[in-house]
């Protein structure tokens, strides 16, 4: 009878114990998270290790996450990240959870539908600040799942109320709301354009334009033109509006790159609905570029500068995946962690590229030469080697060597060429004591427009905001940028100085981007950025509404940008596109068009024809020189350290400020060293970031993460400075004093290693590679180009003490048997000495007759030739004593060679 209860008992005793267990557990839990922080705060890292350790194994969920985040507070993870080591490896693993428990919270429909319910609500206060939480919380999440309402054509207040929230929203909602114009439904159209005008954002415009010239309903047309008066942006047609806010994304102008969260959408309107994709943060800017190229296209298929920015932007797509792929695996044979999972979707993302090349190629050669000559003057040469590469995918014809010129691409306004240059200020004559100085006179106000808002720079914000005095929704000021004031405290409508040099870690440190949310408000933390509220009537405030924070000063900033056009000069297309690539300053695009045109061996001479085997007998020589990029804001010290970069053999650019710095490392994604300045801007203000910001922006990215960095600063700030080396952020710190000598020093220990001198080997072998086989294609006496220069260079890779592998070996041997009798006296010995060692590879040892049977063609043969040639016929590999046999037989055999041969090789 006990028997019969005690199985049941005891799954019931199990049961509670379970039930039990799991919040004793997450209790412990948090005790361990609490006890963690209270043993760093006291200064027992290694306890505190322990301790988040014990957090880690009882596995919390997104939302315990989310919780311990926010209860240390920002500040502590910062002081937790800088520390670095295993203690910081295990901080950032909680962060990763809570990430995503943040992403999770703002992602979730359920809970935004809930919350949204506070929007109809009778009483005022609770509407306003429903719609602040949605902005704080959900930002442009919210924006599907209020377009049913924007269309409803009963609901008139709830309707109102939308449009009161959207139009608060602003900047951060644009590329939501401007997909709603793509409905078939006018009042969603004509609501959604009203909406687009309160944000005074320059980037709704070319939508609003195209919706007015094609709709054919009068109010959508006319809240159309009233919204883009609104907005008050430059005017150009659509096609040249589409093309300026796609180039402005392409080139990532920060004013036009607005996202306040880590998470980076693409929305779009299909079949009906609003949708997102999530996309990496690198590939963001193309993502939307792309549709605003498309889009612009749409109006105007025929524009050569929208096609011209298309077919960059998916050149850069995909060099952008590419080498992110390359690095990460780079990182991976280096025995470092890469995220498993982000790999995965670089790799779907190039999976859905597959058809990069083919849409490049099938634009013709006319299409490809013209974003050839734009990349150029962008100078992205990953773009431009792509772009070439696409010309032998369509045959090109010679006939295109003739053609093109110059073209501007992108002018600056009619305006602003028409302006007279600035005179320099005359002095203003003192007045005089008798008479008191003339008031300004008050400048008239509008009753609708914004107060101005004092701005103490003229540098524009990086993440287009210009210091709203609201927090960013992830606690990350910088919208994948570095902050602009140094300062990451409750956020204050004016910025405040702060000095550097004191302290290097006071500032807003990215710190592996994982302390990215720590102001994000919670229930026991009213959002910052919930305004006061207002007391005029709902209708009244939706009149009223507008960008957040700047407004009217933001859509000037931008509008400015667009009228100062991309390109500082012309733009070349056609034939002229491909000479001036062989004289680019970037080895890679020279090798690259070199390749191209001995492919191509035009029987016609065109602009630089010269330089196409200079550069290929460069690229033969090719030891992999490495890239370096000086970020320093002085001319003088810029000038002088590229210089002695240069004299040492590296292939060394120079910037000027940190933003350019950042564009350029990442456009060009095989620098291999950074010199960034410590005085980029020394007292914390403004556009630009501080070197330990640069530093960790590089970090962050995988096209950048395994660029090496030294700092270079002022004797008087190099011990302050030597604690980013201390912390493994930088390798050396450098004075600008620094001499060649201590200079290459530095160099040469910071590419010691055996990982850094595989890397560099393997990049300069394949150059070296395409260049022979390019040479290989040609024929002597059916090509213009001098290829008996190249034989000096060839034979010296042929040679097996060189290091050079098979591959590169066998290219220079079929290079060598092109050129054929003109390469004998340059490469005969080098590949005879070859032969006769039985150590190379069966490849190699195939391929040695065959260059020497077309270096000895019709020539009387040596007696040192004969020799090897007819011991190789004994040889135990067919392929090699019959290759030997047809050596023999191109060369001129006399009677007796010919009878030895014969006497030797008898058949019994």
């Not at 006291?42 to 311990?68: C, D, I, T, W």
Request: with cysteine; glycine share 8%; hydrophobic share 35%.
């Amino acid at each position: 009878m006990l028997k019969q209860y005690q199985r049941p008992l005891m799954c019931s005793l199990l049961t509670v114990g379970v039930a039990l267990s799991a919040p004793a557990f997450a209790q412990d839990a948090d005790g361990e998270f609490r006890l963690g922080v209270n043993a760093f705060e006291q200064g027992r890292f290694e306890e505190a290790e322990n301790h988040f350790r014990n957090v880690l194994k009882s596995q919390p969920g997104h939302g315990q996450a989310v919780r311990y985040r926010d209860e240390a507070g920002y500040r502590f993870w910062v002081q937790v990240l800088a520390r670095g080591g295993r203690l910081a490896t295990v901080a950032k693993r909680i962060l990763k959870m809570a990430e995503k428990g943040a992403i999770r919270e703002r992602q979730d429909p359920d809970a935004l539908r809930e919350d949204l319910r506070g929007m109809w609500s009778d009483d005022f206060m609770t509407e306003i600040e429903t719609i602040e939480k949605l902005i704080a919380k959900y930002g442009h999440y919210v924006v599907p799942e209020v377009v049913s309402i924007l269309a409803e054509r009963q609901e008139d207040d709830k309707r109102v109320r939308v449009i009161q929230l959207l139009a608060r929203l602003g900047d951060e909602g644009t590329l939501a709301v401007v997909e709603l114009l793509e409905a078939d439904d006018v009042m969603l159209q004509q609501n959604a354009a009203a909406i687009l005008g309160h944000t005074k954002d320059v980037r709704a415009i070319p939508p609003l334009k195209r919706l007015a010239s094609k709709t054919s309903d009068p109010h959508v047309k006319e809240t159309c033109f009233k919204s883009i008066k609104q907005i008050n942006g430059p005017d150009y047609d659509t096609p040249e509006y589409y093309a300026r806010v796609a180039e402005a994304f392409y080139q990532e102008n920060p004013l036009f790159m607005v996202n306040r969260y880590r998470e980076y959408v693409v929305w779009k309107w299909r079949d009906g609905k609003l949708t997102r994709r999530d996309v990496p943060k690198f590939r963001w800017n193309e993502e939307v570029a792309e549709e605003f190229n498309y889009d612009g296209l749409d109006v105007d298929p025929n524009n050569q500068v929208l096609w011209m920015n298309l077919l960059n932007t998916y050149a850069q797509e995909w060099t952008e995946i590419e080498e992110t792929l390359r690095i990460a695996q780079q990182i991976q044979d280096r025995g470092g962690e890469v995220d498993s999972e982000e790999i995965e979707k670089m790799k779907e993302l190039r999976q859905g590229l597959a058809k990069v090349k083919m849409l490049v190629s099938s634009r013709g050669a006319d299409g490809i030469l013209a974003a050839l000559g734009k990349s150029l003057h962008d100078q992205r040469a990953p773009v431009s080697v792509f772009l070439i590469e696409r010309l032998q995918d369509v045959n090109l014809d010679e006939s295109f060597l003739e053609t093109g010129g110059a073209v501007t691409y992108l002018p600056p306004s009619e305006r602003d060429k028409d302006e007279a240059p600035v005179k320099k200020a005359e002095p203003k004559p003192e007045p005089k004591k008798s008479e008191p100085k003339p008031k300004p006179k008050p400048t008239k106000v509008e009753e609708d427009s914004p107060k101005p808002t004092k701005v103490e720079d003229d540098a524009p914000s990086l993440d287009g905001d210009d210091d709203d005095g609201a927090p960013s929704l992830d606690g990350d000021d910088d919208d994948g940028a570095p902050s602009l004031d140094g300062d990451d405290e409750a956020p204050k409508r004016r910025r405040r100085p702060r000095r550097v040099s004191q302290n290097p870690f006071g500032s807003v440190e990215r710190a592996g981007e994982l302390a990215w949310s720590m102001r994000v408000p919670t229930s026991s933390q009213p959002a910052a950025r919930v305004a006061a509220a207002p007391k005029a009537p709902v209708r009244e405030r939706v009149s009223r509404a507008g960008f957040r924070g700047a407004g009217q000063r933001q859509s000037e900033r931008a509008g400015e940008a667009l009228q100062k056009g991309s390109a500082k000069g012309e733009v070349l297309t056609g034939g002229a596109a491909l000479s001036a690539a062989l004289t680019y300053g970037d080895k890679r695009v020279r090798y690259a068009a070199a390749i191209a045109l001995a492919h191509l061996n035009p029987s016609v001479d065109f602009s630089n024809s010269e330089k196409v085997m200079e550069n290929l007998i460069d690229a033969l020589g090719e030891s992999g020189q490495r890239v370096v990029l000086v970020v320093e804001r002085d001319r003088a010290i810029r000038n002088r350290v590229v210089g002695l970069l240069r004299e040492l053999g590296y292939m060394t650019f120079g910037v000027e400020s940190g933003r350019d710095g950042l564009v350029r490392a990442k456009s060009f994604p095989s620098q291999d060293l950074v010199l960034v300045s410590s005085e980029l801007n020394p007292d914390g203000d403004g556009g630009e970031p501080i070197e330990i910001q640069f530093i960790d922006d590089l970090r962050a990215d995988y096209r950048t993460k395994p660029v090496k960095v030294m700092v270079l600063t002022p004797e008087e700030r190099a011990q302050n400075m030597q604690t980013l080396v201390d912390d493994g952020r930088a390798l050396d710190v450098v004075t600008p004093e620094v001499d060649k000598a201590t200079l290459s020093d530095k160099l040469n220990r910071a590419f010691g290693s055996a990982e850094d001198q595989r890397d560099e080997k393997a990049r300069s072998d394949k150059i070296a590679e395409r260049a022979a086989l390019a040479i290989a294609s040609l024929s002597q006496g059916h090509t213009k180009y001098d290829i008996n220069s190249a034989a000096d260079a060839l034979a010296k890779n042929v040679r097996r003490d060189t290091g050079r592998p098979d591959a590169v070996r066998l290219a220079c041997l079929k290079a060598l048997a092109a050129i054929g009798a003109p390469a004998k006296g340059a490469a005969l010995e080098v590949l005879l000495r070859e032969f006769r060692d039985d150590t190379n590879s069966i490849e190699v040892r195939r391929m040695l007759p065959v260059a020497i049977g077309e270096l000895i063609k019709a020539q009387d043969v040596s007696g040192d030739t004969f020799q090897v040639l007819k011991n190789a016929l004994k040889d135990e590999d067919e392929q090699i004593w019959r290759n030997s046999g047809r050596a023999l037989g191109k060369g001129k055999l006399s009677g007796e060679q010919a009878r030895e041969v014969y006497s030797e090789q008898r058949i019994e």
